[in-house]
């Protein structure tokens, strides 16, 4: 009977947590094969725009070329895909993605992380001697944290995969300074597979946390006399440290490798990084969530909803302040309280102090914004506490009802849970635990149901007759598009090269040829030629940074001013808009009126060209861009050509071109540079007959080899020498921790148990 209780326990909370995490979601219930979204803003969320997009064109790739791609040629003038920090390459989740093609399975990948979750925290809550009522309790509270919940509205996808995986790494964390010989690789392997979810900012705040908890330990070690223990512990967590680094350096080697190339490359300064922040007016979303408005017309500081919410639900704050108040004792739980009040403050930004602190002393913490994401872990501390004030109130009330006095040692009641307890007639057998658990989940459901809904199949995967159009045209070309009209998701699961794309992070070469060559504001530059929110300008000003990216075709709509000479009408139609305000005021909520412009004398992708000016730096480089003429000569970074007779432009043949590998055939009368007007990066290899070519930087932010005269068949490849090294890392410390576990599984084969 006692064995049978406690395989039923364990499903009855995984019940009670997949059932709380299904009802904030329901509308993945109500429509299953539908895009889950936030209500706000009629479905349009980083998921929506972004998210789907990244994990959309794996899965063309595979089907078009049988490749996983490495780079995406389809963005801006092309960027890395491996590499990309919110890409989740080695995520396995995403690989379910990419093999089935359907991104909407993707809600129902968040609503698995939420569940996984509140599993961790109730695991978590366990190693602490909780009762199975109170550690439910903190798995519900963590499942359907608000937080993390309009985090999940807002499509964070990476941020919630990452989410789910903290408590479990606390729960590992709590058994290696408990002793337990497999905690080394399980800490290990849950701190890899964190980072792997493609949200580097939660995992770098958890290592943080952790750390500072550690060094506390071996710094109370060594106060104490034992400092041989104390410098084991933190020998071991250098270790481990050493070990996390190298199972996760097939991914982090790339994405430090291309970050030194994004805008972000050389970090933020302090008002940058702080500037999505919580303040002292957010503690009134203790009690009320709406006290600073919802998510469409939110008025607090840091200027975003979901990233500064500071509501964990009245239920569990009550029991958190219960769990603190009469289980100070504790050391998990005066560990949590610490945790709790530190992430509060750190996510206040400058006004906190702490942020700034670390901003100052951790190297690696100005390559992340919005410091209010700590309360990710404030919301796990209050689970957390949440679960040691029910476990008070299970054990007050069992007590009362036995008329006998609390444990000797236990506290005295704190007012609200004297009048929790008092309130419960001690004659009645009532199910207090369960009791706890609804409140807390129904009060986290009724917030919760209300973020969320679900994007239409037919809306994501709308028959567009744009796509339609560019995928039935000839040749290489780019396109400029706003998103409404063209979305990224669309772009590059048709194989369409645009140059506009959401990413917070875009190319540092891209952006500045962006800002150099197009006019108009920097702000308004960067939301028009870099993201697409915004239609794309087509006159005599932005003919150079048309030129440039080779765009051919610009997709518009049909209320914007017509272009200069140059460019003909040969499209026009209807199109469904994908979020309902995307339509303008004026206009059918269920149509777009577009127009397709084409210019037929654009720039070659490829061609070859002897007259050069040198142009050693970046700076220099952008300084000559606007006054360049690309037919006549072209800026490169050095000149390695001899000789003042060289070939004039004529154009190369593009034989093949695939994500990771591109053909070009250039016939050459006299030696000169063949041109490719794909983005230059650290890693792209060029060939001619087997022997290997210089792949130089021209135009300040393309390609260029350097030829003979004769027929030419040259081949680039992205091979990122970052990639090979941390493909080895990643084997040897993957090997090293496989050996460990099989010695001592071998010298303890029951330490699996332990």
């Not at 060094?215 to 270790?239: E, F, H, Y």
């Not at 506290?411 to 009048?419: A, T």
Request: aromatic letters at 10%; hydrophobic letters at 50%.
């Amino acid at each position: 009977m006692k064995n049978a209780k406690s395989h039923i326990a364990p499903l009855a909370v995984f019940a009670v947590l997949a059932g709380v995490v299904m009802a904030c979601l329901h509308p993945l219930a109500a429509a299953p094969g539908d895009l889950l979204v936030g209500s706000h803003r009629h479905g349009q969320n980083d998921l929506s725009t972004s998210f789907v997009a990244y994990h959309g064109f794996p899965s063309y790739c595979l089907r078009q070329f049988g490749q996983l791609p490495t780079w995406n040629p389809y963005k801006f003038s092309g960027a890395p895909f491996h590499g990309n920090p919110e890409s989740g390459a080695f995520y396995p989740a995403n690989w379910l993605v990419w093999l089935t093609g359907d991104v909407a399975v993707m809600g129902w990948i968040m609503a698995a992380h939420l569940l996984l979750g509140g599993l961790g925290a109730y695991r978590l809550a366990r190693s602490y001697a909780l009762h199975r009522s109170a550690a439910c309790v903190a798995g519900v509270v963590y499942s359907a944290a608000p937080f993390l919940l309009a985090q999940a509205a807002e499509g964070h996808y990476t941020l919630i995969c990452a989410a789910a995986w903290i408590p479990w790494a606390f729960w590992a964390f709590e058994r290696m300074r408990a002793g337990r010989v497999w905690a080394f690789p399980l800490l290990a392997a849950v701190l890899a597979i964190c980072f792997f979810a493609g949200h580097a900012q939660t995992t770098y705040y958890l290592v943080v946390i952790l750390t500072a908890i550690r060094v506390a330990d071996a710094v109370r070690m060594l106060v104490s006399g034992q400092r041989q223990p104390g410098v084991r512990l933190l020998t071991q967590w250098v270790l481990l440290g050493v070990t996390v680094g190298g199972l996760v350096a097939v991914d982090l080697l790339p994405i430090w490798s291309y970050t030194r190339f994004t805008v972000r490359g050389a970090g933020m300064n302090l008002a940058t990084a702080g500037e999505i922040h919580a303040g002292v007016s957010n503690l009134a979303q203790l009690v009320y969530p709406g006290a600073l408005g919802d998510a469409d017309d939110y008025h607090g500081p840091g200027g975003y909803y979901w990233e500064t919410l500071c509501y964990f639900g009245v239920a569990p704050l009550a029991l958190a302040l219960i769990g603190v108040a009469a289980r100070r004792r504790k050391w998990f739980v005066r560990q949590w309280s610490i945790v709790a009040g530190a992430s509060l403050l750190f996510a206040m930004g400058t006004m906190g102090g702490l942020f700034p602190l670390c901003f100052l002393l951790l190297p690696g913490s100005a390559m992340f914004r919005a410091p209010s994401r700590m309360i990710l872990f404030c919301s796990l501390a209050v689970a957390v506490l949440a679960a040691a004030g029910a476990q008070f109130a299970l054990q007050a009330f069992r007590a009362r009802r036995r008329r006998a006095p609390a444990a000797r040692n236990e506290p005295s009641f704190g007012l609200v849970g004297m009048m929790a307890v008092v309130a419960l007639n001690p004659r009645l057998k009532l199910p207090v635990g369960a009791i706890l658990v609804g409140v807390c989940g129904v009060e986290l459901v009724v917030f919760g149901g209300g973020l969320f809904s679900s994007l239409e199949r037919d809306r994501l995967d709308r028959e567009s007759p744009i796509v339609e159009f560019l995928t039935s045209q000839k040749g290489v070309y780019r396109v400029a598009a706003p998103q409404s009209l063209l979305s990224d998701y669309e772009a590059w699961t048709a194989g369409v090269e645009k140059v506009q794309a959401f990413d917070p992070a875009p190319p540092a070469l891209h952006a500045s040829v962006a800002l150099q060559t197009a006019e108009g504001e920097a702000e308004a530059v960067m939301r028009r030629e870099l993201f697409g929110f915004r239609a794309p300008v087509i006159d005599e000003k932005q003919s150079l940074w048309l030129d440039l990216m080779q765009v051919r075709y610009v997709v518009q709509p049909a209320s914007t001013r017509p272009p200069t000479d140059g460019w003909s009408i040969v499209q026009r139609g209807v199109i469904r808009p994908r979020f309902a305000h995307d339509a303008p005021k004026d206009a059918s909520p269920d149509e777009i009126e577009f127009v397709i412009y084409e210019r037929r004398d654009v720039l070659p992708r490829a061609f070859v060209l002897g007259e050069v000016q040198a142009a050693s730096s970046m700076k220099a480089s952008l300084a000559k861009l606007a006054g360049l003429a690309p037919r006549r000569e072209m800026l490169i970074e050095r000149d390695v050509l001899v000789g003042d007779d060289r070939q004039s432009f004529a154009p190369a043949e593009i034989v093949s071109y695939t994500p990771n590998r591109v053909e070009v055939q250039a016939t050459l009368e006299k030696p000169g540079y063949l041109y490719l007007g794909d983005a230059w990066l650290s890693g792209w290899t060029a060939a001619a007959g087997g022997q290997p070519l210089p792949v130089l930087r021209a135009n300040a932010a393309f390609r260029a080899v350097p030829l003979d005269a004769g027929v030419h068949r040259v081949v680039f490849q992205y091979v990122p020498g970052s990639f090979a090294i941390g493909r080895w890392l990643t084997a040897v410390a993957s090997a090293c921790l496989a050996t460990w576990c099989l010695v001592h599984w071998r010298k303890r084969p029951d330490a699996v148990s332990a």
